[in-house]
DNA sequence: CCTCTGCTAATCAAACTTGACTACTCAGGC
DNA sequence: GCCTGAGTAGTCAAGTTTGATTAGCAGAGG
C-alpha cells in the first residue's frame, strides 16, 4: 500500500471540502511530496478513483476565482471516511517498513481517541517483535548465520532497523500517555500551525490549544 | 528509484545468462519478493524493458527443456554493466531511507573492489550527517519546535531513523575494513549458500571461500 | 490410459506513478 | 495599451506495478 490515499483522504476530511490544487498544497506544506509519492499526477489521480469508487463525492465548481481552469471540489463521503480510518489504523498497527506509510498515519494520528492510539502502538510493537523472531530464526539457517555470508548483513540490517522502530515507538507511546499532544474529542484539534507561547510538545504532561489555519 | 533494475540486472550478471523464471527464482531466494517489488510480472517488465535499451541482450531459446511455454534468455551487454555499477554506487552512496534499494545493494556490494565498497559508505555517512542537519535546521521554524505539535514526531522519526541507519553503516564499514567478506579480485566470489567448516561472517579478520552455486 | 495436481514459464489488463506540458489569469513594468 | 512573469489548476502520454490468468508438460493415482 502506497501512502496516497491515506494522505489524500486525510487532507480532503481536514478541509471539509478542497479541491485538487489545495490538497496538492497542504501536502507540499507536509513536506509529503519528499518522503512519499505525493505529486501532483498521483493526487489528481487519486482523488478521481476515490471519486469514481464512492469515497469521495465530486462538485463541479465555478471557473476558479484566482486564475487557472476550473476546478473540482471533493468532499469525503461516509465510505471515506470509514477507509480512511481502516488506513490509519492499518498504517499504524502494522510494521511493514514503509517510511511513507508510517509517516503519513503519525500526520493523522491525532484523529483518534488517545487511548486507541497508544493501544495501535502498542500492537505495532507487538507486530515488530513477532517480524523480528521470525526473521531471526527463519532466515538464519540451521548451521548457523556464516552459512549466508555478506548476505547476512542484508538481516542484519533489518533488525537493527526493526530495534531503532521499536524504541522509537516506545518512546511516542509514552509522550502519548504522558498527556501530549490534542486527540479527537480533546477540545480543538491541532491544525498546521500553532498560536504563541507553546511548550515543547515533547515535553510531559502537557497540553495544546491549537488553532485552525 | 526502485530496487527492481538493481535486482534484475544483477541477478542475470551472476548467472551470465539466464531466463526470467531463473532471475525471479534467484530473488525469491533472496527474499527479496518480500521487501521489494520483485514480483513476476515486475521482472519480465524490467527483462523487456532493459532488453529494448540496450542493457541485456535477448536470445530468444527452445521450447524449453521441462514443460511451460519457450522462454527468453537474457545475458548482460557493455552498457547494462555499466548501468549495473552505477545503480549499485549509487544505492550505496545516497541516502534515501529506501529499504528496498539499500538491501539490494548490500546483496551485490562484494561486485566491487574492497576499498571502493568502503569509500562509498562513508560517502553515505557523510549523506546521512548533511540530510540530518538539513531536517534539524531547515524543518524547525525559527520559533521552536513548539511550533510542530504533533507533526514534529514525524521529524522525529526520521532522526531516529537516520541514526540508527549511520550506526549500522559505522559497523558495516568496521566489518569490512576488518577484513570480512570476499571482494572483487579476491578470489572465489561468495555465491548463494557456502560451503561448510566457515566462521561466523560477523567475526573479524576472517577470510570466505565460496562456492558457485 | 486417463485425469488431476503441481511445476515451469510467461502474458495481460487494470491500476498507479512520473515528469512534462497546457491553459488561464492577474499584477506590474514599459 | 501590451507584454511578461508568476501563480493557479489540471491533463496527458509513457512507463511501472500488481494480481490474475494462460498454457504446456510430467508424474501419481485410480
Known amino acids: ?17 478542497a479541491h485538487g490544487y489545495q490538497v496538492r498544497g497542504d501536502l507540499e506544506y507536509w513536506g509529503a511530496h519528499e518522503w512519499s509519492n505525493a505529486k501532483p499526477g498521483s493526487i489528481y489521480h487519486a482523488l478521481k478513483q476515490m471519486a469514481k469508487q464512492g469515497l469521495l463525492r465530486e462538485h463541479e465548481t465555478a471557473p476558479s476565482t484566482a486564475g487557472g481552469p476550473p476546478r473540482t471540489e471533493y468532499e469525503i463521503t461516509e465510505a471515506g471516511t470509514e477507509e480512511y480510518f481502516r488506513l490509519l489504523r492499518e498504517a499504524l498497527t502494522s510494521y511493514d517498513q514503509k517510511t511513507d506509510v508510517k509517516s503519513a498515519a503519525i500526520g493523522f494520528v491525532v484523529d483518534l481517541p488517545r487511548a486507541e492510539a497508544v493501544s495501535l502502538l502498542k500492537e505495532r510493537i507487538h507486530g515488530i517483535d513477532e517480524w523480528r523472531s521470525a526473521v531471526t530464526e527463519h532466515y538464519v539457517p540451521e548451521d548457523g548465520p556464516e552459512q549466508l555470508g555478506h548476505i547476512g548483513e542484508i538481516m542484519n540490517l533489518w533488525i537493527h532497523t526493526a530495534d531503532a522502530e521499536a524504541t522509537w515507538t516506545r518512546g511516542l507511546i509514552a509522550r502519548i500517555e504522558r498527556g501530549a499532544y490534542t486527540f479527537a474529542g480533546e477540545g480543538e484539534p491541532f491544525v498546521g500551525i500553532l498560536a504563541e507561547g507553546e511548550e515543547n510538545p515533547y515535553a510531559t504532561d502537557e497540553r495544546h490549544s491549537g488553532d485552525a489555519r
Not at 496516497?4 to 471540502?17: E, F, P, T
Open 1 to 17: 500500500m502506497s501512502a496516497i490515499r491515506l494522505l489524500v483522504l486525510g487532507a480532503v476530511r481536514q478541509h471539509g471540502r
